[in-house]
């Protein structure tokens, strides 16, 4: 499985079809990011 997300100093990116959502180094889910328009 490839891993196409850039990781941070506190964790990583894990996308989530129109979502990112932001996992700590501990895997706790601190943020989600909701991307609510065209992307183009």
Same mark, same amino acid.
């Given at each position: 499985?490839? /891993? /196409? ?20 180094? /501990?895997? /706790?889910? &601190? ?8 992307? &183009?």
């Amino acid at each position: 499985m490839s /891993d /196409d997300s850039a990781p941070d100093g506190e964790g990583r990116a894990l996308p989530s079809g129109m979502d990112v959502v932001h996992v700590t180094a /501990d895997g /706790d889910i &601190d943020e989600i990011v909701v991307f609510a328009g065209s992307l &183009d």
